[in-house]
């Protein structure tokens, strides 16, 4: 192959020829993207000063492509930019007819967008909204929990919500629909000791809704857990001819756990250990087995001894 030698003057008039070559296609590039250009954006619509006595649901999506007016920087820079751009519209019309004109709210929309990039027109630009009636009703939070205790922790209690209850405002067909209203999972790891905690509620999906407070206050009772023994007496049931019965034995050794801060009081009143007779007169079954009616709250069967019973019916 051959290689072409170039002197030192031929050397410098080329790099000369390059360097203005691109200086000239920067300030190409540099007139171009100073020049105006109307370009199209996503807008996310916020509709703000909702109408008190009217529920509403939107008839369209809550995006909407904006016509913007800037030069070519920022139109460029607007295709990269992932930021979420947001229109506030405001629905006060609504208390007296069924849609809203953005092209009428371009002034006060402009007022908080950078000057240079300003919205010129709308697509849809016409929004249109459906009416019910409006209804407001009480309804109990759903708390939704992730959470691994350390070895030998766990929930003591019963979990508090502050408040267990939200206010849910909207149309009455979307409002009967809903006997709940979800929290964000409560995460947590190795936890060891009692949890207070503030917690988010799930935002609102449909803009016709209105769901407060937002958070809840969460309180969980932790502690360590150990294994308890007693005998329990069985009980039973279903005597419906009252047989002179004789079970064998008539106490059974339960073993459970039990949380610390409860250890000392827990005794065999806390608990029911029963046996259904009707089991050998409908079934036929030689012995019974022996079910724990009643436990305390919170509290784990680790193994009952025996499982099953002997009997005696006397004629």
Known sequence: MAIIKLSATERRRLSAFFTCLVLAVGAWVFTVLSNSYNYTVKEVLNFRNTP????????????????????????????????????????????????????????????????????????????????????????????????????????????????????????????????????????????????????????VKEGNLSVFPKNVQVSIPVDEFTEKVLEIPVKLINNHNYDDVKIFPQKVKVTFTISLSRYAQTDEDFFEATADLDLWRKKGYKVLPVIISKQPAYSKIVKIEPQNIDFIVKK
């Open 52 to 203: 008190q006595k009217r529920a509403f649901h939107s008839l369209q999506s809550d995006t909407v492509n904006a016509t913007v007016s800037g030069n070519g920087w920022q139109m460029l820079f607007s295709k990269v930019n992932r930021d979420v751009n947001v229109v506030s519209v405001d629905l006060r019309s609504l208390e007296y007819k069924s849609y809203v004109v953005l092209s009428s709210q371009l002034e006060q929309i402009n007022t908080k967008k950078e000057i240079g990039q300003q919205i010129t027109a709308f697509n849809p630009d016409t929004l249109y909204f459906d009416f019910s009636n409006r209804k407001v009703k009480r309804i109990p939070i759903q708390l939704n929990t992730d959470i691994r205790y350390k070895q030998q922790f766990a929930q003591a209690n019963n979990i508090m919500l502050n408040p267990a209850y939200v206010i849910v405002n909207g149309p009455a067909s979307v409002i009967d629909s809903i006997k709940s209203w979800p929290s964000d999972t409560l995460k947590l790891d190795s936890v060891g000791e009692p949890v207070s905690t503030r917690l988010n509620l799930q935002a």
